[in-house]
């Protein structure tokens, strides 16, 4: 099964904003094989007719190392309720040893015997019946439940092993049994059993807890009998015949062993293959473990050629190019098909295998399965479509075809097209937040840039198939940085620009320390002084009154000169802690009347309108800032709020009603010709532009900048148009131009000003990476009067 995707929704409880929940410490990259799992669980405890008094969830060391649990923990939530796993979580501790054991004891009542010593204590109250139970690497608890609250990729990428049981709506395969007050789950042949089934690896027996000071059970051994007589021989044989190791032949071939489907047919079989080493990843920095290909292929074209060899250096390293024999025990790890433990590896000469290649988009309904493992070439020119994990875990998305756009931000765009189109890269490492990260010499890689060339070896991992490259992908730098936006013609120029949380107040959201607010008012200054707006509209501001924007201002006018930017007041900031704001040049553009805004409840950060004139006399305009509600799903999304499935997510009823209390705004206020702007929340195509349009509003940045330019924020690896700019029919006829500056989507997000993961040296007081969105710029021609 393809359990634990990295390749799920990414950021769903987030929204593309940023502004909500944040989620989770960082997420380790591949975990080796066969790791710590959960062995059991029992939820009956202190019940009647209960054996034991206390519920509990036993851990095991499958694997040949030993597994440090510091900063992990389990964490449970009920089988279908809407709770997040985090409201029930335990931390753990220490490391384990092969084939170790690890009891965690739980809430429990007065019937039942007392367990054996816990290795860790916990309050979780579990159900006797059915649940959810994650091993997760963090100490800090996921917010999502895999139901009701889908687990993100992030989230996703921290769960070490998840069991489902009873009537649990999420799980590896089908969920195991239901339980009972006298029935625990039990994980099959001793905790080694691992097919990524839950149903399948677990059985309901009577519980049986067992903790570290049980006796040691490694997988791929037996249990030592305890009255089993030994005979002791009487003579030393002196011509017992020997095999030399590569005159040991193989059992299958690797082709066998993969089989035509996603799930090897020899799971949990020992076999014993033959190939030639096409990637070396030993170290325990990298994937511990080798590729070996079959130079003489099948006749089927339905399976692999290709193995992954769980075998780390210190067991017997290995080169590419060496021809191996190589004992293991087949494993789906997660989905990947491997040998894993490795019991034997003998070179046995030399060898070359040629790179298969490979061309993108796949055909439908076609996937890298076929190819699991093996040496690929993609000879054609691949676009970098997606870098959000580069700087967190090595990972790089490219694809065919040119770039990937959201399938709601404009029409002809296919989401199952835009996958078939894409092939993940990763760098063959199990470092999280390398020093060096791959791509950033001699600038770090843009999206828009095109690599030639791509070679490696077709892994898998965290739900996705991802090349592991074998040589260096040369890359083409052509979507260079544009120092400054284009021009857009006029005598007046309005911006729109989300902040990415500009905060005074360090540690809530925004910086997290006074050096990186620092950094990060340096970032928004320089976009803001190269953007040279008259009037700037802003999202994200702290609503602190004035202090924040004020700051802004400052800094600004400290670089530009003093008074060139003033901050205009907002009479109804809302409720959030992130408002709207307003900043102008008051040399360039005079307010007529007071600033407006609206207390219709359906905004939590209300609209902030504006209107300005050049000179007196001059034509006013009047600039409108939104902030609609984020797509973010929770709980509270229910109704026309809830997913609808069509591409437009959570909250659409809302914005909705948003774009309709912005139409109605501009009426009852008479606010003279209106330009709306802001972080709409919607892309191009959905319902809240098609309403701003319906009643009167034309979109500048669809007449002006060029379909293959017209984008402003980076999600899931697809681009598309969030931040928006609309003018009314009389304003429209004054437009002279529109652009949008990519500083932001088109920039890795490791050139922020955070300072926790992000490589120092990459780090530059310029404009690029300053947000998370791109500004838009928009250039009017407007009539003035005498000064």
């Known amino acids: 099964m393809r359990a634990l995707s990295r390749a799920l929704a990414a950021l769903a409880t987030l929204g593309v904003t940023a502004t909500g929940v944040a989620v989770l410490t960082p997420a380790p990259a591949l975990a080796a094989p066969g790791t710590v799992v959960v062995s059991q669980v029992y939820g009956g405890g202190g019940n009647s007719g209960a054996p034991y008094a206390n519920d509990f969830v036993e851990l095991f ?23 997040p796993f985090g409201a029930n979580m335990v931390a753990l501790s220490g490391t384990l040893a092969p084939g170790q054991y690890h009891l965690v004891r739980f809430a429990g009542g007065a019937t039942g015997a007392a367990l054996p010593a816990p290795d860790t204590t916990g309050t979780v109250n579990m159900s006797g019946s059915s649940g959810k139970v994650v091993l997760a690497r963090t100490a800090e608890g996921l917010a999502c439940n895999g139901g009701s609250l889908p687990c993100t990729a992030e989230q996703t990428a921290l769960i070490a092993d998840l069991v489902g049981y009873g009537t649990a709506d999420y799980s590896e395969g089908a969920a195991a049994p239901g339980l009972s007050n006298t029935a625990a789950a039990l994980r099959k042949d001793r905790g080694c059993a691992d097919t990524d089934a839950n149903g399948a690896d677990f059985e309901a027996a009577a519980p049986a807890p067992r903790n570290r000071a049980a006796a040691p059970a490694p997988c791929g051994t037996e249990p030592t009998p305890t009255a089993t007589p030994t005979a002791t021989p009487t003579a030393t044989p002196t011509a017992t015949p020997t095999t030399a190791p590569c005159e040991t032949p193989a059992t299958h071939r690797i082709a066998q062993v993969q089989g035509s489907g996603d799930a090897s047919p020899l799971a949990g079989r020992t076999v014993r293959v033959e190939g030639v080493v096409t990637a070396d990843f030993q170290e325990a920095n990298q994937l511990s473990g080798f590729f070996l290909q079959d130079p003489s292929p099948d006749a089927d074209p339905a399976t692999s050629e290709g193995l992954f060899a769980f075998a780390r250096s210190s067991f017997k390293d290995v080169e590419v190019g060496d021809r191996v024999l190589v004992t293991g025990r087949v494993v789906e790890f997660n989905g990947w098909t491997e040998l894993s433990p490795v019991t034997a590896v003998d070179v046995c000469g030399t060898g070359t295998i040629k790179p298969v290649r490979q061309s993108l988009p796949r055909a439908e309904g076609a996937t890298f399965e076929r190819i699991e493992n093996m040496l690929v070439t993609f000879p054609e020119p691949l676009t970098v479509s997606d870098h959000y994990n580069l700087g967190r875990y090595g990972e790089l998305t490219l694809s065919s075809e040119g770039r990937v756009y959201q399938p709601t931000d404009r029409p002809g765009v296919d989401a199952a097209e835009n996958a078939r189109r894409t092939l993940l890269v990763d760098d063959a490492s199990g470092v999280e937040n390398p020093a060096t990260v791959p791509y950033t010499e001699p600038r770090t890689v843009r999206l828009g840039d095109t690599a030639l060339g791509v070679t490696g070896v077709m892994g898998y991992g965290f739900g996705s198939y991802r090349l592991q490259p074998t040589g260096k992908a ?37 910086a997290s320390s006074p050096e990186e607010q620092k950094r990060q008012l340096a970032k928004l200054v320089a976009a803001l002084k190269a953007m040279d707006a008259d009037v700037v509209g802003l999202m994200e501001v702290e609503n602190n009154g004035q202090t924040a924007l004020q700051a802004l201002v400052d800094a600004l006018n400290a670089e530009v000169g003093a008074g060139t930017y003033a901050a205009l007041g907002n009479p109804n900031p809302g409720t959030d802690v992130i408002k709207v704001a307003m900043i102008y040049k008051p040399a360039r553009v005079q307010p007529v009347g007071e600033a407006r805004s609206t207390s219709d409840p359906v905004f939590k950060r209300p609209p902030l309108a504006q209107t300005f004139r050049r000179g007196k006399g001059g034509q006013p305009f009047t600039v409108i800032v939104n902030h609609y509600k984020s797509k973010g799903c929770d709980e509270e999304a229910t109704g026309d709020n809830a997913d609808a499935g069509d591409g437009q997510s959570c909250y659409n009823g809302d914005r909705v009603r948003e774009a309709r209390a912005t139409l109605a705004m501009v009426e009852s206020l008479g606010l003279p010709n209106p330009l709306v702007l802001g972080d709409l929340n919607a892309y191009g195509e959905e319902d809240p532009i098609d309403t701003l349009e319906a009643g009167g509003l034309t979109s500048v940045t669809k007449r002006f900048v060029p379909a293959p330019l017209r984008y402003s924020y980076l ?15 009389q304003l429209l006829r004054r437009v002279t131009g529109a652009t949008i500056w990519h500083i932001n989507a088109d920039e890795a997000r490791m050139l922020d000003y955070n300072q926790e993961f992000n490589p120092p040296g990459l780090y530059a007081p310029d404009a690029f990476r300053s947000s998370d969105h791109d500004p838009v710029i928009v250039g009017l021609n407007l009539p003035g009067g005498r000064g």
Do not use: C, M
């Open 715 to 729: 999600f899931q690896g697809q681009v598309g148009e969030l931040d928006h700019a609309l003018a009314g029919r």
């Open 61 to 83: 060391n499958r694997s040949p190392e030993p597994v440090s649990l510091d900063g992990w923990s389990v964490q449970y939530t009920s089988a279908t309720g809407t709770g």
């Open 474 to 510: 040369a890359f083409l730098r052509t979507n260079p940085r544009l120092p400054r936006p284009l021009p857009v013609g006029g005598n007046v120029k309005v911006a729109s620009f989300n902040t990415l949380n500009w905060f005074t107040t360090v540690g809530s959201r925004g």
